[in-house]
């Protein structure tokens, strides 16, 4: 609980099997471990999330993600594919989560160093909804999302704009009239917008495989700090994945 104040945090990590670009990317191997493994492990290294449940759709497709979790002893929740606000709202429901940390699953890279850092910046005072990824000058592929599963209630209430519900946060931060936001940058050398290592196409699994490769056998819990100065020093590793195309909302 953070802070003894009784608010339960839980992370959500939207996972499938399907996706268009890369299929099965969330079961990719890095360093001997399934991505979403990692992702997992990863945050559960958070001083305050009090647990990581993975939510995944009811497609036979994603019985391969439910083994996973069985396997390392993950929660899970399985919903609707299309509507992914609906699942991960009914994944925070079942959960009994007062506060949500929402997290995809194309982040194999996720440093629980900057969830806390957007969990701290979100109960510093009454916002409804914290992250990285408002103003990012963070790397892609560190995003963090954090907002009350009430909010999330009400906007699933209120907009049946499909695009909402795919985009699971989309409404609230296109909202800053009705929701307050705040925004957490990245500071000194974390700043580095032009970095992209979300996992989305065979470029992107090649760069994050090379980053694991180099970092994890010494240090498993090693940060996006590790990550920024390897790059420093093997500049070319973005070469890899420049000329990638990427997705807008």
Known sequence: MFNDNGKKII????????SSRLPGKVLMDLCGKPALQHIVERLKRSSY???????????????????????????????SEEDVLLRVLLAAKNAEAD????????????DWRIVDEAIEL????SYDY??????????????????????????NSISNDPLDHEHVSLYIYRHPEKYRLACLKAEGK?????????????EDYQIISRIFNSLYPKNQD?????????????????????NVKRKTV
Request: a negative charge; aromatic letters at 8%.
């Open 190 to 202: 974390l700043c580095r917008p032009e970095v992209e290592v979300t996992l989305d196409t065979m």
């Open 49 to 79: 999330i009090d647990d990581v449940v993975v939510a995944t759709t009811v497609n036979a497709t994603d019985n391969p993600v439910v083994e996973l979790c069985n396997s390392i002893g993950c929660s899970y929740f399985r919903g």
């Open 222 to 242: 090693f940060g996006l700090f590790d990550v920024i100065e390897l790059l420093e020093k093997r500049p070319e590793l973005l070469d890899i994945n420049k």
């Open 130 to 155: 914290a992250s990285n990824a408002l103003e990012s000058n963070y790397p892609s592929g560190f995003e963090v999302q954090v907002f009350p599963v009430t909010v999330l209630n009400e906007v």
């Open 11 to 18: 992370a959500t990590i939207e996972a499938r099997m399907t």
């Open 99 to 110: 506060v949500l940390v929402e997290i995809t699953g194309d982040c194999p890279l996720v």
């Open 122 to 125: 979100f109960f510093s005072d």
